[in-house]
Each structure stands twice: as C-alpha cells, then as structure tokens.
C-alpha cells in the first residue's frame, strides 16, 4: 500500500507540476487583458455576428468570457443581462463546446494533439450547434429567470489590484487542480495494481467500439467525461505513457471529449439559468459520438486505401 501511494503521489504531482506551466501564466494573462482595451475589442468584433448567431450583441461578452477564462466566468456574464430562454440555451450550448478554449486545447496539445485541430472542433461545434438552433428552434421567446444566480462583488481597481486578483485566480486554480489531479492518481494507482482497470476497460469496449478506438483508451474518457479536460488531463498523460494509447485514439478520444467532457458538471452548472438542460446533454453526447465515428470512419479509409496502394506498389508487374 505504501508503494502505491508513493507512486500515486509522486505520478500526482509530476502531472500537476506540468499543467500548472500552462494554467498559471494564460490565466494571468487572460485576466489580465480583462482590463485592457484587447477585451473590449474582441466584444467589438464578434458584436456584428451575433445576429447570425441568433444572439443580440451584449452577448458577446459572455462568449468572450467564457471562452477566455471559464464556464463560470461566461455564467456570471449572462446573468448580468436579460436574455431570453431561447438566446441562454444559444449561449449554454456555445459554451459547452468552448469554455475555457485556451487553456483545455492547450492541455489537449499537451498529451500530443494539434493545438489548433482541438481549437477549430470546439469552435465550429460552438457556430454549428448555434446556427441550427436559431434556425429551427422557435420557442424560448420569454425572458430568462435565473434564480439565485447573482455576480455581485467589487471589481479590482488599478493594475497592482489587477495583478493581484489574476495570480490568485491562477494560483486557486493550481491548487483545485491538484486537490482533484493528485488523489485521482492515487486512486488510479491503486486500481491498476488491483487490476480493476482491465475490468472497467472491458466494461467500457462496447463505448470505445462505437467511436472508433480501442479499449485501452476507455480510462481516459472515463477521465474526461465526469472530472473534464484540464483535470483529466493527469489521467490522458499517464494512459499515453503506461497504457499504450496510440496517437490515432488519443485523437479520436481527444475529439469526443472536446465535444462532451465533464457533461455531469457543465450541464448541472446551467440548471439555474432556468433553460431546458436534457436538451443540452443529448445535443454534446450525439455529437461527440457522430463527429467521432465520422473522424474515425475517415480515418480508417485512408489508412486501408494507403496500405491498397503499398501493396500495388510491391506486386511486379
């Protein structure tokens, strides 16, 4: 027991270590340009598609929000205008595909996915997902009732205050992220000395059959589905070092959870919005399981058709 805990503990904290590199600095920067005039700009640029999108411009800033630094900074946004239902279930969808861009797809890269293939997904999910509502959902006409949601709270004013209140922000974060990062590394320990991973893994192959990968990947969306990207990040690391995930089903895996990962959390945190939140859920698992059948589909052709044309290559004519 003492060696699994050393192992676990030592695992724990390689992995918190790695991401703290990424998390503490863009968080910082991030809020940081909160208060410069780079924020107000991006609200500029997107304010002239909101239409599209089905959304007024005020809009904009949750979606900047959310994407640049979390779920719940985009929450405390919307709930600082009066929205319709239909125009907070947009906003909700969007920012389940796309909360905290940066930092997760920055993450994503870190277990060896392209940066910017994770970022274009999550985007084009977050305008499709939009489009396709605006255009055939006719309801949600009344306004939002948000509950006891509330984004009260003194804004930091000057730049040592500003400084100030990011690096706790980025420091509150490490520390959370370890609180969950280095007991699930534990856990995870334990359960492979325990051989319980096999178990789950042929529980879960059914799952990783329909999307495409192999059930040596099934720990991973485990991981990514209930704790999401950024803390189940530890998890994907260690699976691609000791498990023998391959880089095609790291992809696909990547590719599904970017669509769905922590669809407990990030649909629960909505449910005070007073939006339809079973909606939502179906929405991010159909099309984390489409869009990753469909990738790997692709992908299984090009690989069969270049091992075609080897073996035409290597007959004599």
């Known amino acids: ?19 703290s590199k990424i998390i503490f600095p863009i968080t910082v920067i991030v809020m940081m340009l909160r208060y410069t005039p780079v924020f107000p700009m991006l609200i500029g640029w997107l304010e002239p598609v909101m239409g599209f999108l089905g959304l007024p411009g005020e809009a904009a800033v949750p979606l900047v929000l959310g994407n640049l630094l979390n779920l719940y900074a985009g929450i405390g946004a919307i709930v600082s205008f009066e929205f319709t239902v239909k125009e907070v279930f947009i906003l ?19 277990v060896g996915v392209n940066f910017w293939i994770i970022m274009a997904v999550r985007v084009f999910l977050a305008i499709f997902a939009a489009v396709v509502i605006n ?21 930091p004013s000057g730049w040592g205050e500003i400084t100030i209140a990011a690096v706790q922000t980025a ?10 990062v280095i007991p699930l590394m534990v856990g995870i320990q334990w359960l492979r000395e325990k051989k319980w991973l096999d178990w789950m893994s042929n529980k879960l192959a059914p799952m990783t059959k329909v999307i495409g990968v192999e059930k040596n990947a099934s720990m991973t969306l485990v991981a990514g589905l209930t704790i999401g990207l950024a803390y189940g990040a530890g998890l994907m690391i260690q699976a691609v070092k000791e498990d023998g995930v391959s880089k095609k089903d790291m992809y696909l895996v990547l590719i599904f959870l970017v669509t769905c990962h922590a669809v407990v959390e990030d649909t629960l945190v909505f449910i005070p919005l007073g939006i339809p939140v079973w909606p939502l859920l179906l929405i991010r698992l159909i099309s984390a399981i489409l869009l990753t059948a469909l990738v790997a589909y692709i992908w299984n052709r090009i690989e069969k058709n270049k091992k075609l044309e080897s073996v035409r290559e290597d007959v004599p004519t």
């Open 1 to 19: 027991m003492a060696s699994i805990l050393k192992n676990g503990l030592l695992s724990g904290l390689s992995v918190t270590w790695a991401l």
């Open 92 to 110: 909700a969808i969007m920012l389940s595909f796309s909360h905290n861009l940066i930092i997760e797809s920055a993450v994503a890269a870190k």
């Open 135 to 155: 255009i055939f959902w006719q309801g949600g006409g009344e306004m939002a009732q948000y509950g006891l949601i509330s984004n009260e709270g003194p804004e």
């Open 171 to 180: 420091l509150l974060s490490i520390l959370q992220l370890a609180a969950i």
